[in-house]
């Protein structure tokens, strides 16, 4: 319905009045002609939403704004727009609820990866100096090593594999073996060597198995 069909009104609180019944799908209403009124009725022609609108009268104002809301609050209006742009501004709170959290959720993840990386330089940095003591240490255990093995072997330790001195071990043993086999068994000196000789063939096994499970 154009705005043209619709009657206007001077006063500017009952025109208002008009305006929006018209903007919610009311039918176009007409002065009377037996007294000067406007009868606005409803989609639904209820006689209960039905608003009476005067030329004149005092409290004009005061009555066009309960007339108002007596438009707004009328259950038949058409509020098929009205729907459609609550539905838009739901849709666009929406959309911003999510940004926001979105963002929030990636303000958190970032917070979290930054106390991650902090944990890990702590431990890294931790870990750094455990690893330079026990290299420190290992550097010392080295060198004491490669002293008493050059001592003991008489040669260079890099240059000879375990194997060499487990070998010329094991023909010493044997060696010694023999020797006590020709000696009497209750000396007690014999009986000492052959304890001493347990021991250093269980010692020569046990290498050899050390050096084969590192390859060596």
């Not at 799908?25 to 609108?53: E, F, S, Y």
């Not at 007339?67 to 501004?89: F, M, Q, T, Y």
Request: some cysteine; charged content about 30%.
């Amino acid at each position: 319905m154009s705005a043209a069909d619709w009657p206007t009104h001077d006063d500017k609180a009952w025109q208002a009045v008009l305006d929006r019944a018209r903007a919610l799908g009311w039918p176009a209403p007409a002065w009377t002609k037996n007294h000067p009124q406007i009868k606005l009725v409803c989609p639904a022609a209820d006689p209960k939403c039905m608003i009476r609108i005067y030329s004149t009268g005092k409290g004009a104002e005061t009555v066009a704004v309960q007339s108002l809301r007596g438009v707004d609050r009328c259950p038949h209006r058409n509020i098929v727009d009205d729907i459609v742009r609550v539905d838009e501004a739901l849709c666009s709170a929406d959309r911003f609820v999510r940004a926001a959290e979105t963002l929030i959720q990636r303000g958190e993840i970032s917070a979290k990866l930054d106390e991650l990386m902090q944990l890990v330089d702590e431990s890294l940095d931790a870990a750094e100096a455990q690893m330079e003591l026990e290299f420190d240490s290992l550097t010392t255990t080295l060198d004491s090593h490669t002293q008493e093995a050059r001592q003991l072997l008489d040669a260079d330790p890099d240059a000879v594999p375990p194997t060499e001195p487990l070998l010329r071990a094991g023909q010493y043993i044997r060696e010694a073996m023999k020797g006590l086999a020709r000696l009497p068994k209750k000396s007690a000196d014999v009986v000492e060597r052959k304890k001493r000789l347990a021991v250093l063939s269980a010692r020569r096994e046990a290498a050899a198995r050390r050096a084969s499970n590192v390859g060596l």
